[in-house]
């Protein structure tokens, strides 16, 4: 169709604004898109956070004498300080992380959680201070409660392996308000556990509380972890590591 020239230009006009208009929103999302990219946490776990990155003990305490990193793992061996733990309180959790021993010298791995949060990172009380302990790859549990610490009766429902030189990726689902913890390592659910006094929050040799989750050193090995991540208050009672 024939148009005057003058309603031309103002057509063509029109369609040269409407096109570097969408232009600059196309390139304005795309920043952002971009920019927004390197910051942004990436979790292979729907709603998990990664709380350690590889680099440094940012919300962790960690005694600087016999914790260090190497690889991109918190590399723990010798002294006193048994535990590098968060800053942050968790109750109910979900925690997956990646461990070894390197060497294993007789010792064991383990994570610790529901008791007292330590004043000396340097000697982080452990023993009758109510921790639960849950130790991967083979799925042992102990009882941190005083008057004595002891061995922790839980359900197995299939044996852990005792490779402790292997990286193995645990998860852990524990609910504070039930008592309850699920563990599975290497995608096989593999114990539970029931606390018998659930709602106890004072008595100490009865209580569970929300407290720092602890990764644990102990003896004479070497112990590693790397590849942690949490979901405070799970929204739904599953593994997402088992299939």
Same mark, same amino acid.
């Given at each position: ?7 031309q230009?103002?057509?063509?006009a ?6 570097? @208009?969408?232009? =600059? ?8 898109? %971009?920019?927004?990219? *390197? ?23 960690a005694?600087?004498?016999m ?10 061996i ?8 968060t800053k ?9 992380f990646?461990?070894r021993?390197n060497?294993?010298?007789?010792d064991?791995?383990?994570?610790l ?15 009758? @201070?109510?921790w =639960? ?5 083979h799925?042992?549990? %102990?009882?941190?409660? *005083? ?14 392996s005792?490779d402790?030189?292997?990286?193995s990726?645990?998860?852990l689902?524990?609910n504070?308000?039930k008592?309850?913890m699920?563990?599975?390592?290497d ?12 709602g106890?929050?004072t008595?100490?040799?009865k ?8 990764m ?7 112990s ?8 405070a208050?799970?929204?739904e ?7």
């Open positions: 169709m024939f148009l005057p020239s003058n309603r230009s103002k057509a063509g029109f369609a040269r604004t409407l096109i570097r @208009a969408t232009l =600059i929103l196309v390139y304005w999302v795309a920043a952002e898109v %971009w920019a927004a990219e *390197p910051d942004a946490p990436v979790s292979p776990y729907p709603r998990c956070t990664k709380i350690f990155d590889g680099v440094s003990f940012a919300g962790w305490e005694d600087s004498s914790w260090s990193i190497v690889d991109g793992a918190m590399r723990g010798g002294g006193s300080s048994r535990l590098a733990y942050a309180n968790y109750g109910s959790f979900r925690l997956i990646t461990a021993m060497p294993v010298n007789g064991h791995l383990g994570v959680f529901w008791g007292d949060r330590p004043q000396d990172s340097a000697r982080p009380k452990i023993d009758l @201070a109510g =639960i302990q849950f130790m991967p790859p799925g042992a549990m %102990w009882d941190y409660h *005083p008057p004595k610490h002891h061995n922790l009766p839980h359900e197995t429902l299939a044996p852990g005792r402790f030189t292997r990286w990726t645990t998860e689902l524990c504070l308000e008592g309850t699920r563990a599975a390592v995608g096989t659910e593999i114990a539970r556990y029931t606390h018998p006094d659930a106890e929050r008595d100490p040799e209580r569970i509380v929300a407290g720092p989750i602890g644990f050193r102990h003896g004479a090995g070497a590693e972890y790397k590849d942690i991540y949490v979901e208050d799970p929204k009672d599953k593994l997402l590591t088992v299939r």
